[in-house]
């Protein structure tokens, strides 16, 4: 059974009466929580009912024992070394992918060309929209500005970015145009402003079409 306590000083029971404390028997509190101004609500299973939720956490904690390969009063400790593990398995990866990804920006700034201005087309690494324009903003750093085009297939889907500092787009270089132009060739659209614009598409074999229109409209081709 449930039994529901109330403001244990004014001695209030909004539950289950009993005659005696030894009446309950085994107690396993089940929840605890405020239900209005210095008033709080306490739920709890009696008897058999607190024995089997007892039992059910027993094997619950015998189970992930199992699943660890480890006793039952190891368990919070093995959670910790696994936790440590994870962390520095995380950083481990964050740590070559940021030198992966360095190296890669090196090849595509290599690629740099001069447009009036330095222009990057390229296809790029992005695993979301997010990054690739991370990666735009850190190619842009790298050539000192100017504009960069740039390419990425994000989970089997085509995206197409382009991007220009105020230098570049007082040059001529528009970003919305660009992106325009060279959106069908992936079997989409999309648009924007002179200094920032994207697209999205359905033909990720359309990139190398698409980025090679952009050569040629901006004269690098």
Do not use: W
């Amino acid at each position: 059974r449930v039994l529901e306590v109330g403001n244990f000083s004014k001695e209030l029971c909004g539950g289950t009466h009993v005659g005696r404390t030894t009446e309950i028997g085994l107690l396993r509190i089940v929840s605890e929580g405020s239900v209005g101004a210095n008033l709080r609500r306490i739920e709890a299973a009696t008897s058999f009912d607190a024995y089997e939720a007892f039992k059910a956490e027993q094997d619950v904690l015998e189970e992930a024992a199992a699943a660890l390969k480890s006793r039952p009063s190891e368990v919070a400790e093995r959670v910790r070394q696994l936790q440590k593990k994870a962390k520095e398995a995380e950083a481990a990866l964050a740590d070559a992918k940021r030198r992966g990804t360095a190296g890669a920006l090196d090849e595509v700034v290599a690629g740099v060309a001069d447009a009036g201005y330095p222009l990057v087309v390229s296809r790029v690494e992005a695993a979301s929209g997010d990054e690739l324009r991370e990666v735009a903003d850190a190619v842009r750093a790298r050539i000192g500005g100017g504009a960069v085009v740039l390419a990425a297939e994000v989970d089997g889907r085509p995206l197409l970015l382009a991007a220009a500092s105020q230098a570049a787009v007082d040059a001529g270089f528009d970003a919305n145009s660009v992106i325009r132009v060279i959106a069908p060739s992936i079997g989409g659209g999309g648009g924007g402003k002179a200094g920032m614009a994207q697209a999205g598409g359905k033909d990720p074999a359309g990139i190398e079409a698409a980025l090679r229109k952009a050569r040629e409209m901006l004269g690098v081709g």
